[in-house]
């Protein structure tokens, strides 16, 4: 097991490597859930007044400089993380305690944005439509909003940044970053890396501000009437809170919240790729993606055999230290996560649930600070409260079904909506789920499972997780706002709907 001396150590010479300076002091305590010891004292940089200020001066050069040209600074961005890949993925892996692949293909993720937000500095398109007035032309045009806003969790500590700021820079935005108060080394190593991309290119200084801080850095965010748009990633209670505040002022919000993410699994299924999706999905990242499978609905056919599969595979899982090229399961964020593990798996077995695996602490001597558990299999006898919630831990729920009518009843009674999945070979029902009487979330996926989204597509759910959308696609439309124009090259003046007038 790795000691906490060494991630002190490896977290220095990451921050160094990525040019962070100056970043001792007694604000903040950087803590790894590795070792669930604090690593050192960082000073704070709470001040929301002068940060959005800075970023609202920026944002008025920034605004004109040409987009292919503000493309130069998010492929110069894209290179730095990629040469400084290994520094990243250290400390996320020490900040979040994700094993060494996701933690790599996290800054993966950092990297493939950058190169999607180059391609789109030449591709934000407005339409000109067909007027319906002789001598006229209709057409829209995309501007950049203005100062962004972006409030992110601890889970995906950098990815979900670069989702935001290569998209919002790139549509000439500025923005002001207020990471997790668990993560901020990685929230230290991305800015500077920005800094250095900003320098070099000749960007406006002051284009990406850093903001360390707990829940009220955040809210006086939210509150700030210079912040056009606030893109908030974390649990449902946030975007409750947060969601209403930014209507309240009429700025524009993105919420991107928790969601309780489900797979069918119907009698046809291929049951080898099942259980493998399925594991990873449920257990991989130790249940802590927005993604997470949660609940396993599963035909009464194929359901004994499938759940002991998972059951005997759960059982093996490598539980332990990330840094250990042989674990797949790391540790839980905190005791917080794991003291509302153990509450849920209590309350489920009150509904009737049967623990079939996991569920237990592990690494006790090793780490007693740390808390790392074998992820839970419960077979549950209906969609009670429990099954409805999201508990960010490793907890998956099985439940059986005999009809598919049925399987998509329970599929979607949730008040979450973010990612789904369908294994089966028949196309019917795989059709059946992508239609629009199926799935009811943003992310509706065939023989995959529910975590592991690409960067390309757009990502969000529905309902409860909040109905914003990131990334790829056309999400870029969020950061922007939209002019209609008509131009008239008319000798008379020509009204719409031939309104006659004078
Ligand atoms: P969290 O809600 O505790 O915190 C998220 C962020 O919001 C933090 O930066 C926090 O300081 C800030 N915050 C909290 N209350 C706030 C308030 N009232 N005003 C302003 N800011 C506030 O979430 P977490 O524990 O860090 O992350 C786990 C949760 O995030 C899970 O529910 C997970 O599903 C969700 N999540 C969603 C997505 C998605 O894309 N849908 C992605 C990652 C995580």
Redesign the pocket.
Known sequence: MIDTDTLRAKARGALDRCGVKDYDGDALSARSPVTGEDLFGIGGSGDVERAVAQARAAFLQWRATPAPVRGHLVKRLGELIHEHREDLADLVSIEAGKIRSEALGEVQEMIDVCEFALGLSRQLYGRTMPSERPGHRLMETWHPLGVVGV??????PVA?WSWNTAIALTCGDTVVW?????TPLTALACSALLDRAVAETGAPAGLHQLLL???E???R??DSPDVALIS????????R??GP?VAARFGRSIL????NNAAVVTASADLDLTVNAVVFAAAGTAG????TMRRLIVHEDVADELIDRIAAAYRRLPVGDPFDGKTLVGPL?NEAAHGRMRASLSQAAAEGGELLAGGERELVPDAPGAFYVRPALVRMPAQSTIVKE?T?APILYALTYSDLDEAIALHNDVPQG?SSAIFTRDQREAERFLSSDGSDCGIVNVNAGTSGAEIGGA???EKE??GGR?SGSDAWRSYMRRSTSTVSYSEHLVLAQDVSFL
């Open positions: 409030i992110s969790a601890f889970n995906f979900v207020k990471p997790s108060e668990q801080g707990g829940p850095v955040g809210e965010l939210v908030a990633t974390g649990s449902t209670r946030m975007g809170a947060v505040r991107e919240l928790g969601g802590q993606r927005c993604t964020i999201e960010f973010l990502f969000g759910g997780t909040g990131e």
